[in-house]
């Protein structure tokens, strides 16, 4: 039986009953639970809430709006703050782990709109400073990860957290994607490290999803385009993601429809992006994807462009294109030269009547497969390309055809690679043709004479654009002559600011061939080429050891017989350290295509990390040498280096400054700095350090045989007068960086090298010269103290001059007076020199010493540490250093009279000293 409903009191309309009269009126025998009922009660104000917050949009809400608006639009929860509308991040990360999955789509959608405003650079300052210091993209990783692991099966939260993982990754800054050129591995982005994420387990799943038709065409691409960005993260990363390729190019791309129908869906670009970006990556990866022959189905896409010529028929196109020309730089797939001849050919009619972009790309792939046949052995496998083959296709003389009307057009990029494939043909019969290709040769001069290309670009000197196609030209007159009039040449010997290295390279082999002045260094074009150009630098750095330098001969002839030519293989090392990691020349060449394990260049070098071997090389990259004997123990150039090589250290260190002597001339170029140069020779001396020497230095310390200290003095005396305004200026601890790196200080080096002089150096001149750099008052008061304090016994030997200090700045010795000396340790150090006889009048050191004590005593300051050194002084520094201070008066402000000074710090015994010296 159910209770009685029991029977409400009856009141006024206008009473106000709360919440406990209410229950005590309608449910007296029901426990109280008032926390539950707290959400009747209108909210407090939260006035101390300044977290940003955001709508539904990920849109930030101003102050005023989450105060004001209404609480029916939906904003308003019960957070802590119930009163203000919108979410705070850390709500929503919260949401974000709901078990509720349309509360967590909707909530890792707000938080994948915020990161990309933030990733965007677009985000107010508050929310950039809540970003970083809660790392909410690496909590928006974690997040994206578990949703795309734990709940795949929900197809929503799935594709919720493909969008949030995409955008936390950055994936609306990987603009380099779209781009044609190969991007180097790990490409710089910070807000995020890709390594901490769980790849291993993420990549099956992708590949799992992949394989269906289930997912929406923008969560497709995301997932495409984070599997390119980490097939650019590292070579381990491509290997990972390459077994999905078969299915994913069979799926997206091979079994669509092309020409594809309104209603079917298209072949997917971002796929075959994918493929491309994977061969770039590594040989490896390249040669697993030839086996699995999805590469030779893709002619298909070149062959319907010419009947179907639409925007992404071309994209297609290109991308196949692309894919089947980088696979040749290793000489793989080179059969598809002759399985696929027939597309090609009716592409090659196509391109001949039709403007179009994928020139490049087909005159690309030509050039790789030229190179190809030149030496079948070189492919993979041999034979799989032969030149008869190559020269029955007629594929020069149908590119040729193109190029006087894409110079007409003065398209310069197609016009550089279509010359490329004319390079490569000539190279190629030199070393297959008749008569080193006479034939060949004979031909391309009178293709070239008809088709106005030369006149196009000569015309166009002194534009960096035409550069690359001039490059070209240059190379094809140094292989066959006669294409470039003597009135050209000299109109390009005038050139002084060419920025192509490929083109200054040529001009440069041109220029020794035909005994013509230059105005090119080869020093200093050897730090212009990047990553895939080792095979020229090689060569350059070869034609540097072997040139003759009448002017050097005799420190030439002080070497050994081979001459500066012993340094090759450390070099070359420098230039090519790792020989089973070759990045693909540029420029292909028959005898790297085994070579080369990958086509993308590593990641440029920063100035604040350890610099490794490899191009770029740096500015002081003749000084390398020095870096292999210092760790001779673990060197790798030495451990690499041909058997039959075996140099003494001596040998090596004097072709090393003669080199560097050659290079730099009357003077420090441009590129390297006084504090690389002074760095490096410092090492020259820290090759004894850690050796058990005898007795007898001269006989075993580098430093001491009289053509390294000749070649010492005159490299030093580079820097000795005031730095240029237009040089650029550096430190030896920036200097220092890229040798040591950034955990090993400059200082501990120093320290190092002031242990090292005081037990072997008897005060060598070029050793002592070296010791001054730190000791300017640009550096921290710790090597002064280290000098004037620590290592006092070295200062009775040190007699140099002021025209004996190298020079860092543009200040000059100023740099060593100015601002004044404050450490009091410093200060005592040189009053205790002077008292011990240490300081010769006349010296740099007695000047330098002389001035900072003047100014502190004669400037003001505390009374106490004043009237100490003073009576230091007065009591036990010789009689011309006293006199000298009391005389002193450059650049310093008397704080009183001196006599009165004297008087009130040091009484009347210092007046008496001064009495005596007649002061």
């Known amino acids: 039986m159910n209770p009685p409903i029991p029977t409400p009191t009856p009141t006024s309309a206008a009473e106000d009953l709360s919440q406990m009269d209410l229950k005590a009126r309608y449910f007296p025998d029901l426990p109280s639970e008032p926390e539950k009922m707290a959400w009747f009660q209108t909210p407090t104000p939260t006035s101390d809430d300044n977290s940003p917050r955001f709508d539904l949009s990920g849109h930030e809400l101003s102050k005023s709006d989450s105060a004001d608006l209404p609480s029916n639009i939906g904003l308003h929860h019960h957070g802590a703050s119930p009163d203000l509308a919108g979410y705070t991040i850390d709500e929503i990360i919260h949401l974000c782990q709901s078990t509720v999955p349309s509360q967590r789509i909707t909530m890792m959608g707000v938080l994948a709109r915020i990161v990309a405003t933030y990733t965007n650079g677009q985000s107010s300052e508050a929310v950039k400073g809540i970003m970083t210091e809660r790392r909410v993209c690496e909590q928006a990783v974690n997040l994206a990860v578990g949703a795309i692991l734990l709940m795949s099966k929900n197809a929503g939260v799935f594709r919720a957290g493909i969008d949030l993982f995409y955008e936390s990754l950055g994936g609306s800054q990987w603009m380099y994607m779209d781009k044609y050129s190969i991007t180097s591995f790990k490409p710089t982005e910070t807000h995020i490290d890709l390594s901490a994420v769980s790849w291993e387990d993420i990549v099956p799943t992708f590949g799992e999803m992949l394989d269906t038709d289930s997912l929406s065409p923008r969560t497709t691409t995301q997932m495409i385009r984070i599997l390119r960005r980490l097939a650019v993260f590292t070579e381990e990363h491509c290997e990972l993601v390459t077994p999905l390729l078969p299915v994913m190019v069979r799926r997206h791309v091979l079994l669509r429809p092309w020409p594809s129908t309104e209603t079917s869906t298209p072949p997917s670009t971002e796929v075959l992006a994918l493929l491309r970006d994977l061969i770039h990556s590594s040989r490896r990866c390249a040669g697993a994807l030839v086996d699995q022959n999805i590469v030779e189905p893709l002619l298909k896409f070149p062959l319907t462009l010419t009947w179907d010529d639409t925007p992404l028929g071309q994209d297609l196109t290109q991308l196949s294109l692309e894919i089947i020309a980088s696979l040749a730089r290793y000489g793989l797939a080179t059969s598809i030269a002759k399985s696929g001849a027939e597309p090609l050919d009716r592409l090659r009619q ?409 037990s072997i150096s008897f005060s060598d001149h070029s050793f002592t010269q070296l010791l001054f750099p730190p000791l300017s008052m640009k550096y921290p008061v710790d090597y002064r103290r280290l000098f004037w304090s620590e290592h006092t016994s070295i200062l009775r030997g040190i007699r140099l001059e002021s025209t004996d200090i190298p020079l860092e700045s543009e200040q000059g010795l100023e740099a060593f007076y100015e601002p004044l000396e404050k450490d009091q340790n410093v200060l005592d150090g040189m009053i205790r020199a002077s008292s011990r006889g240490w300081l010769r009048e006349g010296t740099f050191l007695y000047g330098v010493a002389v001035h900072h004590l003047a100014a502190t005593l004669w400037g003001g300051g505390d009374e106490e540490v004043r009237k100490g050194m003073l009576v230091g002084v007065l009591s036990t520094c010789p009689d011309s250093f006293v006199r000298d201070i009391y005389k002193y008066s450059q650049i310093i402000e008397d704080k009183g009279d001196r006599r009165s000074i004297v008087e009130s710090l040091a009484g009347a015994r210092g007046v008496q000293r001064l009495d005596k010296l007649g002061l």
């Open 350 to 758: 196509y391109l001949t009547t039709h403007e179009s972009g994928i020139k490049t790309a087909y005159f690309d792939l030509i050039r790789n497969w030229i190179v190809c046949s030149t030496d079948p052995h070189k492919t993979t496998p041999e034979h799989d390309l032969t030149w008869a083959q190559v020269a029955a296709m007629s594929w020069v003389e149908d590119g040729m055809g193109m190029l006087g009307a894409i110079a007409e057009k003065k398209d310069w990029v197609q016009l550089t690679s279509g010359l490329g494939v004319v390079v490569a043909w000539v190279e190629g019969s030199e070393v297959n043709g008749v008569d080193k290709g006479s034939g060949e040769k004979n031909s391309v001069r009178e293709a070239l004479g008809e088709s106005g290309v030369v006149e196009a670009v000569v015309g166009k000197i002194g534009e960096s654009s035409i550069e690359p196609a001039l490059a070209h030209l240059v190379t094809i007159h140094l292989l066959i002559g006669d294409i470039l009039s003597e009135e050209h040449l000299d109109t390009l010997r005038r050139q002084k600011t060419l920025e192509d290295p490929l083109l200054r390279y040529t001009l440069l082999l041109l220029a020794l061939r035909d005994h013509k002045p230059t105005n090119i260094d080869a020093f200093e074009l050897v730090t212009s080429f990047q990553p895939g150009s080792e095979p020229l630098v090689l060569d350059l750095i070869d034609l540097i050891l072997r040139a003759k330098y009448p002017q050097h001969q005799e420190a030439l002839t002080d070497l050994p017989s081979a001459g500066l030519e012993i340094l090759r293989p450390l070099l070359h090392y420098t230039v090519l350290p790792d020989l089973t990691n070759v990045v693909g020349p540029t420029t292909p060449r028959p005898d790297y295509l085994k070579a080369t394990s990958t086509l993308r260049p590593p990641p440029p070098p920063t100035s604040d990390t350890r610099r490794s071997p490899g191009l770029p090389l740096a500015s002081t990259w003749i000084f390398s040498p020095l870096d292999e004997l210092l760790h001779s123990a673990t060197s790798d150039a030495l451990a690499q280096s041909p058997p039959d090589w075996d140099p003494s250290e001596l040998d090596l260190v004097k072709a090393i400054l003669l080199l560097a002597q050659i290079h730099l001339g009357p003077g420090i170029n441009n590129q390297m700095t006084r504090s690389e140069l002074l760095l490096n020779l410092m090492k020259v001396f820290m090759l004894e350090h850690g050796q058990q020497t005898p007795t007898n230095h001269s006989e075993t310390d580098l430093f001491r045989n009289s053509t390294i200290s000749t070649s010492l003095k005159s490299l030093i005396s580079l820097t000795l007068t005031p730095l240029p305004p237009s040089a650029k200026e550096s430190n030896l601890e920036q200097a220092c960086i890229s040798f040591l790196g950034p955990e090993t200080p400059f200082f501990q080096w120093y320290t190092d090298f002031l242990a090292l002089y005081e």
